[in-house]
């Protein structure tokens, strides 16, 4: 996605970390639920570093994407932790953590395949009772067409969207979203920007097939967002 590449500078008006105080806070209630003890812990897919901003306050982030220009972007709200380019199915940190947290990434991968080499690599750098967070956006159950908009101002610069998520054919494991990006510089100029990406949409029975298959049991997590409608599910993966 142009998102992650070249229009990777503009995250911070499309998704101020700011926003993510909230879910942070259940995710962070979910992971206590499972391990309390958490001490340290890696994010693969970690993006801008919403979320680990605000985890980092309760344990050590390392934060992995394949994008090196959103690392950069996480690298100055996160200067305090270390982050590392790779792919997530086979990123190869060699150290083991208490938990491995995936948000809002791993629905980029829309093969089952890749999903369980996420998992067997997620159980590669966990610790005997570590825990695997993931938040997936959607599943077949609760998945609903939707569109969303928002963006926000720095100064003279801004940005706003348009975001369209859609399921062209029921019966395959993709779902798509178009986005309209439309971006003011600092002297006022105006670039407008399209984008488009595919996204996996699994069942729930096929996420904890899965996830049984690298060797976690699945747990099912509701997580109610005050801001965002709709049905949403985190699975705490824990080892069996
Ligand atoms: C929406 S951002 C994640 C947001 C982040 N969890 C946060 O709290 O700010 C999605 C990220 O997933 C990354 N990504 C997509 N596919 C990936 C893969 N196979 N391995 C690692 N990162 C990936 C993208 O580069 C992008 O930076």
């Known amino acids: 996605m142009k998102l992650y590449k070249e229009l990777a500078e503009w995250w911070p008006l499309m ?19 499972y391990h309390p ?34 690392l950069e972007v996480s690298r100055k709200l996160n200067p305090d932790c270390e982050h590392i380019e790779g792919d997530m199915r086979r990123l190869d940190l060699g150290l083991q953590f208490d938990l491995v947290f995936i948000h809002d990434a791993i629905m980029y991968l829309t093969a089952a395949a890749d999903l369980l080499a996420v998992m067997h690599n997620a159980k590669k750098h966990l610790n005997d009772n570590g ?27 801004g940005m706003r969207y348009l975001e369209w998520t859609y399921d ?20 006022g100029s105006v670039v407008r920007e399209y984008d488009r990406t595919e996204s996996g949409l699994f069942s729930m029975a096929e996420w904890e097939g899965l996830l049984a298959e690298a060797g976690f049991k699945a747990h099912f997590e509701r997580v109610e967002y ?13 080892q069996k």
């Open 131 to 157: 825990m695997l967070l993931i938040v997936a956006d959607q599943f077949k159950e609760t998945f609903r067409p939707q569109t969303d908009h928002g963006g926000s101002d720095l100064g003279r610069k």
């Open 168 to 187: 062209s054919d029921p019966d395959d494991h993709v779902t798509e979203t178009e986005y309209v990006y439309v971006m003011r510089e600092e002297d």
């Open 37 to 70: 003890g958490v001490r340290t812990a890696v994010e693969f897919g970690s993006g801008g570093g919403s979320n680990a901003y605000y985890f980092k306050q309760h344990f050590s982030m390392v934060l992995t994407d394949l994008s090196p220009d959103m």
């Open 226 to 238: 005050t801001s965002i409608e709709g049905t949403y599910f985190a699975i705490a993966a824990i």
């Open 15 to 33: 998704s101020p970390h700011t926003e993510y105080e909230e879910e942070a806070g259940l995710y962070l209630e979910i992971i206590r639920r």
